[in-house]
């Protein structure tokens, strides 16, 4: 059974580009969840889907951050106008019942 | 104030020996466990849930639960030099939807 697949795997830029994470969760998975983990800190959830709903955006900062996952199955997170502090690994998680499946994250350095 | 919180920071062990690793939450919401595993590079993976007061034991891993106290450990008896990760324990008011991770632990087993 194929896992998590997240791209791009790394990602450079300058502060104020943009840039977009894509995930594609495991097959049949309906909860899909975004993760920012800052170096030597544990995952912060940031979204999280069930379906192409959003249940909880409570973490995501809005005024730069958007994630959308318009037919319930792959989801993209963007970075509008990226900044040093969101220098992390981005994970993508999905879920049947409740026991979450990572991606091996987008690492991502802001400079 | 980190909601979850782990100790130590950093363990080492010798291969063969037993791993203690502790966690405790001050929100007394949180009525469910887990613990991760993450190596480098990769995304974090499932270990173990512990929903009830007591014991429960997967292989050579033990957890323990103390939901009175809001405290979990975790035991990995006859460590690996394959078991070298980071290991992070997570919480939850719904068995898994909405996980809160702890700050760490980071195991080295010496060969």
């Known amino acids: 059974e194929a896992g998590v697949t997240q791209s791009p795997r790394y990602a450079v830029l300058q502060e104020g580009q943009a840039v977009s994470f894509w995930c594609d969760p495991i097959?049949?998975?309906?909860?899909l969840y975004w993760y920012q983990q800052p170096r030597d800190q544990g995952p912060q959830l940031l979204v999280y889907?069930?379906?192409?709903?959003?249940?909880?955006n409570s973490q995501l900062p809005s005024d730069r951050f958007s994630a959308v996952r318009p037919k319930g199955t792959n989801s993209t997170l963007k970075i509008q106008s990226a900044k040093q502090g969101d220098t992390a690994t981005y994970l993508c998680?999905?879920?049947?019942?409740?026991?979450?499946?990572f991606g091996p994250g987008t690492r991502l350095t802001v400079l | 104030q980190q909601k979850v919180q782990q100790s130590p920071e950093s363990l080492s062990v010798p291969e063969g020996g037993m791993a203690s690793l502790n966690c405790t939450s001050s929100?007394?919401?949180?009525?469910y466990f887990w613990w991760y595993r993450q190596h480098s590079g990769e995304g974090p993976k499932a270990l173990m849930?512990?929903?009830?007061?007591g014991d429960k034991k997967e292989g050579r891993f033990t957890a323990h639960l103390n939901k009175a106290s809001l405290h979990v450990s975790l035991h990995i008896r006859d460590s690996q030099p394959s078991d070298s990760a980071l290991y992070f324990c997570?919480?939850?008011?719904?068995?898994?939807?909405?996980?809160?991770f702890g700050t760490g632990t980071s195991l080295l087993v010496d060969p």
């Open positions: 998680a999905s879920s049947w019942i409740y026991e979450q499946y």
């Open positions: 097959s049949g998975h309906d909860t």
């Open positions: 889907f069930r379906d192409e709903a959003v249940i909880d």
């Open positions: 929100d007394r919401n949180f009525q």
């Open positions: 849930s512990i929903f009830s007061d």
């Open positions: 997570a919480a939850s008011s719904n068995m898994g939807y909405k996980l809160t």
